[in-house]
């Protein structure tokens, strides 16, 4: 504990702020650390929820020794309601007019008012502190710009623009994107796009808010903006993202096709273990289920697999782990001819064998599963094929 405030009390020195914000960081931690700790996951949350609470504390005293009208507000105190499972809550539909009339008290209440909101976290309706998945202050962001009705979201990070393919796997990618829209967004942020939570999406969306990614070291930079439509380009797709650790559930049945409720039947089973599918490729005879390895624990698998054997009986269920999920995104792939061969093409040369494919009703995005050791390989031979060639 003590070098954990330690590291804030560098900060209040190099800020030259006053000590008693110190004082309080220590005693709300010392109160943290001696909660209920019966429920692991509601302890761990008001354990992991210190350091945005923490940061915003330190933020507001230090806009306020600098002459502005600052004030910190804590989640609760704004209305921010939560529901659902520790480290992956969702908002509760009143938090909405909630923070708009708290917020809107605190920022008309005085000129050019400044309220400093830490992200990543809530309340329930009971009071307890909870945590949205990792990334969650994105999704705050998003959702306070629809509940205040913003003009725009600026959501600030370490880059200057949001990138076709993630640099880290070609190093070379110069493609920086300027337009893209919610749907373009949520689909590579999904899978994998770092620079913004895929939940974020969806508050802004709703409200109709753009959404502008700028470089908090460059503010100048105009950055990637998010937008309902965007203009037409001559290249079809906007990006490529890929994410890892998903499991396919393999099911097999002759005659599936003609058994009423069996798609139904499957995911009740997975809904019985609080499991969500990610994918669900199918044929007439088999289906194959995707899901993130990280809800599907090898104790969960045993009780899955026992269930689909007794309930559905198959002619054979495998599991395969290890997949990686490479989505090829953008709007004007609806309009476009080809676009899977010129991909599958690609992939082929490159020696990547494809494990699943997939593509929406809408059309602006194509899913492939590969084995997670050839996912770079395959990204790389994507992004050359869509927009060096």
Request: with cysteine; proline share 2%; charged share 30%.
């Given at each position: 504990m003590n070098e954990i405030v330690g590291r804030y009390a560098a900060i209040q020195e190099e800020l030259g702020l006053d000590a008693a914000i110190i004082d309080r960081i220590g005693e709300n931690l010392r109160a943290r650390l001696a909660g209920d700790r019966s429920h692991t996951g509601r302890f761990m949350d008001l354990l992991k929820a210190a350091g945005e609470d923490f940061s915003a504390m330190l933020v507001a005293e230090a806009l306020k020794a600098r002459g502005a009208a600052a004030r910190y507000m804590h989640p609760g105190e704004a209305g921010m309601l939560l529901e659902g499972e520790p480290g992956d809550a969702t908002l509760c539909e009143e938090s909405y007019g909630l923070l708009a009339a708290s917020l809107g008290r605190e920022l008309a209440a005085q000129e050019r008012a400044v309220v400093v909101f830490p992200g990543f976290f809530g309340v329930t309706r009971e009071g307890e502190v909870v945590t949205f998945p990792r990334g969650g202050s994105d999704i705050t962001g998003s959702i306070i710009a629809a509940a205040l009705k913003a003009e725009c979201y600026e959501n600030f990070t370490d880059v200057d623009t949001v990138y076709a393919v993630d640099p880290r796997i070609v190093p070379e990618v110069r493609h920086g994107i300027s337009e893209m829209t919610y749907r373009e967004m949520r689909e590579l942020a999904y899978a994998g796009f770092g620079v913004l939570h895929d939940e974020a999406v969806v508050a802004a969306f709703r409200a109709g808010i753009p959404i502008n990614i700028r470089n908090t070291n460059h503010p100048d930079k105009p950055g990637t903006l998010v937008l309902p439509r965007r203009k037409a380009d001559t290249c079809s797709v906007v990006g490529i993202?890929?994410?890892?650790?998903?499991?396919?559930?393999?099911?097999?049945?002759?005659?599936?096709n003609r058994e009423i409720g069996f798609g139904r039947r499957l995911l009740q089973i997975l809904e019985d273990?609080?499991?969500?599918?990610?994918?669900?490729?199918?044929?007439?005879?088999?289906?194959?289920?995707?899901?993130?390895?990280?809800?599907?624990?090898?104790?969960?698998?045993?009780r899955v697999v026992a269930r689909i054997k007794a309930e559905l009986k198959p002619d054979a269920v495998l599991v395969e782990r290890d997949h990686a999920l490479i989505m090829v995104v953008g709007e004007g792939m609806q309009y476009a001819v080809g676009m899977a061969a010129r991909a599958t093409q690609a992939l082929a040369s490159a020696g990547?064998?494809?494990e699943m494919i997939n593509q929406g009703a809408s059309e602006i995005s194509m899913m492939f599963g590969v084995r997670s050791h050839d996912r770079y390989r395959a990204v790389r031979a994507l992004y050359q094929a869509f927009f060096e060639e």
């Open positions: 993202a890929c994410d890892t650790d998903f499991v396919a559930i393999y099911v097999d049945k002759h005659m599936m273990e609080g499991i969500s599918f990610e994918h669900m490729p199918s044929g007439i005879d088999n289906v194959s289920v995707v899901i993130r390895g990280a809800r599907f624990d090898k104790a969960r698998e045993e990547v064998n494809i």
